[in-house]
């Protein structure tokens, strides 16, 4: 099993900046790790994912302004978030997957409000 626990959420000001780390109790036969969001009445969406520690994938919305990093001592994976947008406005949560199994953080409420 892969327990996964999500910081940094906060609330910010349109512009501003926010980090969100995720911390797995191992790294051990993960593929890839993403990060979802889902807002109000909204479905969840995929923001970002590395797959095998190299291949990065962004959604257009947040191409250019968020960057996904991983730190295998750590046994952490950062969602570095530039320029939010008000829409950027969400629960995040961190995935982990295995060839069998997907496992789900408890998620990081993000706010960005004037």
């Known amino acids: 099993q892969v327990q996964l626990v999500e910081s940094g959420g906060g609330l910010v000001q349109p512009g501003e900046s926010l980090r969100l780390s995720c911390a797995a109790s191992?790294?051990?036969?993960?593929?890839?790790m993403a990060w979802y969001r889902q807002a109000p009445g909204k479905e969840r969406e995929l923001v970002a994912e590395i797959i095998r520690g190299t291949t990065l994938n962004y959604a257009d919305s947040v191409k250019g302004r968020f960057t996904i990093s991983r730190d295998n001592a750590k046994n952490t994976v950062y969602l570095q978030m530039n320029s939010l947008k008000v829409e950027d406005t969400a629960v995040y949560y961190c995935?982990?997957?295995?060839?069998?199994?997907?496992?789900w953080g408890q998620g990081a409420q993000v706010t960005v409000s004037s």
């Open positions: 995935d982990a997957s295995r060839p069998t199994h997907t496992y």
């Open positions: 191992t790294f051990y036969s993960v593929i890839s």
